[in-house]
């Protein structure tokens, strides 16, 4: 059974660097065929896409936070991480990591349970 | 940035049919946005209902339907039930590796 479990601190305060990481178990993130996506939902508000990587190191991110996002992978660790930089309140979300089974399907078939990201002073 | 339109609510009565759409805010969806759907229940992770436009995904019950009609993407909950009450959320694959999600619709079952 595949499980997703993100971690990070749930407190951030405004202008710097949201870190979170999701661990992935039952499955290896450099087996090759799955892509491994962040998804946000702030508070009364809808889901939003924040981006994927690839296990070669590929990545795809939302067009509205490309230029505050970094996903990147660790192998040896079967985590893959998340940097969003200059956050503001407008980024307190639950973040959610899940897991794309293959390319181009819009599937992501599995999630982890998220966790709460609050940027407040 | 393109918009991706859902209905804000629905309601629906129990045994009843209620088809959701997932629009663009300029252009027509296609198959080759590879629609998919899912449902989120507040405090759980989402689930896949629908993807690549109408397959539905594994332990799916088959009341739940999605196609293209007319310019949008579809789902069709046929015989609803109270354990349906949710939000639903289509995801349109936009090229170059990222997707949209859609705003979201929910339904109530009453």
């Known amino acids: 059974q595949v499980q997703l479990q993100e971690s990070g601190p749930g407190l951030v305060k405004p202008s710097q660097t949201l870190s979170l990481t999701c661990t992935v178990s039952g499955d290896s993130i450099s087996s090759g065929s799955s892509y491994w996506n962040w998804i946000r939902q702030p508070a009364g508000k809808g889901l939003e896409w924040i981006g994927r990587?690839?296990?070669?190191?590929?990545?795809s991110y939302n067009p509205s936070l490309k230029s505050r996002v970094t996903i990147s992978v660790d192998t040896s660790k079967n985590q893959f991480s998340l940097k969003l930089s200059s956050v503001t309140a407008a980024d307190t979300a639950m973040y959610y990591c899940?897991?794309?089974?293959?390319?181009?399907?819009?599937?992501?078939?599995?999630w982890g349970q998220g966790t709460l990201v609050t940027v407040s002073s | 940035q393109t918009v991706v339109t859902q209905e804000p609510s629905f309601s629906v009565s129990p045994g009843g049919t209620v088809t959701l759409t997932c629009g663009l805010s300029?252009?027509?969806?296609?198959?080759?946005?590879?629609p998919s759907w899912y449902q989120h229940t507040p405090g759980q992770a989402p689930r896949t209902l629908i993807y690549?436009?109408?397959t539905r995904s594994s332990g799916v019950p088959d009341r739940f339907s999605a196609s293209i009609l007319g310019n949008k993407a579809a789902l069709t909950i046929t015989g609803a039930q109270a354990d349906d009450e949710s939000d639903y959320y289509c995801v349109l694959y936009m090229g170059g590796g990222i997707y949209v999600f859609g705003t979201g619709t929910k339904v109530t079952v009453l």
């Open positions: 990587i690839y296990t070669g190191g590929s990545t």
């Open positions: 690549t436009t109408n």
């Open positions: 300029s252009g027509s969806v296609s198959p080759s946005y590879y």
């Open positions: 899940a897991r794309e089974v293959a390319a181009i399907t819009g599937d992501f078939d599995y």
